[in-house]
């Protein structure tokens, strides 16, 4: 069964920093895309960022191109987002999503969800 676990959100200041970390289980998570998204209040999911199965090529959301950053860690299976300069608009609920097909890199097509984490940035 796949699951996917978010850790790391909470409140932090405009400016701060944040890293969040996705573990996974129940599957080959070294083989898939893994991606972190975005639902602000009141907004639909986004994606910000998303990594290759070998963590060799990312993509990041023009709105977080230079203060994020993805990476994982296939022995240990968890995918992490550095969250630096935050600011107000980066509020919400991140989730991380595991790719559809194993061995594939797109950060368009995701099929696995995990519960998601706050992260709220606020003065």
């Known amino acids: 069964q796949v699951q996917l676990v978010e850790s790391g959100g909470g409140v932090v200041q405009p400016g701060g920093s944040l890293r969040l970390s996705c573990a996974a289980s129940?599957?080959?998570?070294?083989?898939?895309?893994m991606g972190w998204f975005h639902q602000a209040p009141g907004s639909e999911r986004l994606g910000v960022a998303c990594?290759?199965?070998?963590?060799?090529?990312?993509y990041y959301q023009d709105s977080v191109q230079g203060r994020f950053t993805i990476f994982r860690n296939n022995a240990e299976k968890t995918v992490y987002l550095q969250m630096n300069s935050l600011k107000s608009e980066d509020t919400g609920v991140y989730y991380c999503?595991?790719?559809?097909?194993?061995?594939?890199?797109?950060?368009?097509?995701?099929?696995?969800w995990g519960q998601g984490t706050l992260v709220t940035v606020s003065s």
């Open positions: 990594i290759s199965p070998a963590g060799d090529n990312t």
């Open positions: 999503a595991a790719g559809r097909v194993a061995g594939d890199y797109d950060c368009a097509d995701f099929n696995s």
């Open positions: 129940g599957f080959a998570a070294d083989l898939y895309t």
